[in-house]
């Protein structure tokens, strides 16, 4: 008696703990209570989610079959296919598709024996994740539709949320923005206020950031990231989805310019946190993005490589951390291979923008042709998802391209574009691309006449970097940039390049000099006679000699 009188606390227990979302106490408190006395499948399905809410998932799935079986036995296949399908849909999810394909088979074939049931609006879901993976959104709409009126139909909020955020996903991959923003909006009011049971929920918290975030619709992403980050600290024994919540928030943080705070929410990620492959390689990237931006070069080229160890693609931040250091060959075949190997629009707006940069920095003809032709595709995208932050990257680049130009004619144009790209940073709460954008935009003022103009963005732009703890970067190393006519129409670089040169050395030692490789140098040294419109290496030594580019 007193045994059984253990194993019916022990039981009891357990279910308060689950009702208190408690899920460490409550998979001990019925793997007790299971030891002592079979469970039944109602307190079998708390005892499995709980083990999948403490991401111990071997166990749930175990527990899982073994409720499986249990029912068909019990004679309750639409329990059995449940069980089947939450099999099926981790098992997917963690890319075992062998495993996950044979259980869903299982739930779908239930289901298809039941009838119309709400097992077959779940049997959906991994139909609409293929449908999208395969560049389908038109077919992912139609099923998504489906299974959200099958939801709806029997009362299961766990399918009408999950359905509807995939169904926002499609309408944004077809496209239709706002419509998707609103689909989105609505699966998380169903998460966060109908009766979804915590699995689910945290499910549609992080696919819908996770959407936002890859739509860029910074607003909404920040608003529903704090929704899930209060989720996530009201349950200290929650063993899944704190990773993706503190990646998530670390991205947002260091969009926001709050540096330490990212930095803090990404380490506790890589730093021992019982997290999937995936968020450690996401925090490990943002770990090194925002070493980049301190200037932290060994750090940062580090972590990108532990990143894409991992299994994350390093850029755009490794290319971006190559040109900070001018090392332009490294910077331009990096960014190139991430844009040629990416096909979805909204995956290649990763890319476009730091190619742009780059391709305008290397002075090659070929490559500002291609810049330009990213700054178009930029646009388009722009103009097909209309986002503040894709308009935002769109007009930037169209004016840093235009700022390139040696037309004069271009440079109010260019102006024009990046005061819009500033206005539309600072209305996002960006500082460090805003103070970014006035740096280059002091460049067109330089070049108009206004140099008080130019100096108050500089000045802005330091003080923005001094507070952030930015590092220069190759556009603002000389500080306020005042002394402007003393390097003529050079970059910093190119100015070092030359006046190595007249002191003799080849562009061989130039490039062992500043551990540059060779091509490097005979991009600058091209770019430098260009700007300086001299033949030859010797007319631009006379040049900088005569205009005080050396001492005499």
């Given at each position: 008696m007193p045994g059984s009188a253990a194993v019916l606390n022990a039981l009891a227990d357990g279910r308060t703990a689950f009702a208190e979302r408690r899920w460490e106490d409550a998979f001990g408190l019925l793997a007790i209570a299971d030891q002592e006395r079979r469970l039944g499948i109602g307190d079998l399905e708390r005892y499995a989610r709980s083990a999948s809410l403490t991401a111990r998932d071997d166990e749930a799935f175990a527990l899982l079959e073994r409720g499986y079986v249990q029912c068909l036995d019990e004679g309750d296949e639409r329990r059995a296919a449940n069980c089947a399908f939450w099999i099926g849909f981790r098992l997917?999810?963690?890319?075992?598709?062998?495993?996950?394909?044979?259980?869903?088979?299982?739930?779908?074939?239930?289901?298809?024996?039941?009838?119309?049931?709400?097992?077959?609006?779940?049997?959906?879901?991994?139909?609409?994740?293929?449908?999208?993976l395969k560049r389908r959104p038109d077919a992912a709409h139609l099923l998504a539709v489906e299974a959200a009126a099958c939801g709806d139909r029997f009362g299961e909020a766990d399918l009408s949320a999950l359905a509807r955020q995939l169904d926002g996903r499609a309408l944004i991959e077809l496209g239709q923005v706002d419509a998707g923003i609103r689909m989105l909006d609505e699966a998380m009011l169903v998460a966060t206020t109908g009766p979804v049971s915590e699995l689910g929920r945290g499910l549609v918290y992080c696919a819908v950031i996770g959407c936002c975030q890859r739509v860029l619709a910074v607003d909404r992403a920040r608003e529903w990231s704090a929704v899930l980050d209060d989720w996530c600290r009201s349950q200290?024994?929650?063993?899944?989805?704190?990773?993706?919540?503190?990646?998530?928030?670390?991205?947002?943080?260091?969009?926001?310019?709050?540096?330490?705070?990212?930095l803090a929410e990404a380490g506790l990620v890589t730093s021992g946190m019982k997290v999937e492959r995936r968020e450690r390689a996401a925090a490990t990237y943002e770990e090194a993005e925002i070493h980049r931006l301190r200037g932290e070069r060994a750090e940062a080229q580090s972590l990108y490589e532990s990143a894409a160890a991992l299994g994350a693609d390093p850029q755009p931040g490794l290319a971006l951390l190559h040109l900070q250091y001018d090392d332009l060959e490294h910077a331009m075949g990096g960014i190139r291979r991430a844009l040629g190997t990416s096909s979805s629009a909204l995956g290649r707006v990763r890319f476009l923008p730091a190619f742009v940069e780059i391709a305008l920095a290397t002075g090659d003809r070929t490559d500002a042709g291609d810049a330009t032709e990213a700054v178009d595709e930029l646009e388009r995208i722009a103009a097909a998802y209309d986002t503040p932050v894709l308009g935002a990257l769109a007009v930037e680049a169209r004016g840093r391209l235009l700022l390139a130009s040696e037309q004069a004619g271009r440079i109010p144009h260019a102006v024009a574009a990046l005061s819009t790209a500033l206005e539309a940073w600072l209305e996002l709460d960006a500082p460090y691309r805003a103070a970014r954008v006035r740096v280059v935009l002091a460049d067109g003022f330089d070049r108009l006449g206004d140099d008080e103009g130019a100096h108050l963005h500089r000045q802005a732009a330091a003080a923005v970097f001094a507070a952030l703890g930015a590092a220069p970067g190759r556009e603002r190393r000389t500080g306020d940039h005042a002394d402007t006519a003393s390097r003529g129409p050079l970059s910093d670089r190119e100015l070092q390049v030359l006046r190595l040169a007249t002191t003799g050395l080849t562009n061989k030692e130039i490039a062992t000099e500043l551990v540059l490789s060779r091509r490097t140098v005979d991009r600058h040294m091209s770019n430098i006679l260009a700007r300086l419109g001299v033949p030859s290496r010797a007319a631009a030594t006379a040049y900088a000699y005569e205009h005080g580019l050396v001492a005499g």
């Open positions: 997917s999810s963690l890319g075992e598709r062998p495993r996950a394909e044979a259980w869903l088979w299982r739930a779908s074939d239930l289901a298809d024996r039941l009838g119309d049931c709400a097992v077959s609006g779940y049997v959906k879901i991994p139909q609409i994740h293929r449908e999208l200290t024994q929650l063993g899944i989805f704190n990773g993706t919540c503190r990646v998530h928030r670390a991205e947002l943080l260091e969009f926001g310019g709050d540096w330490p705070a990212a």
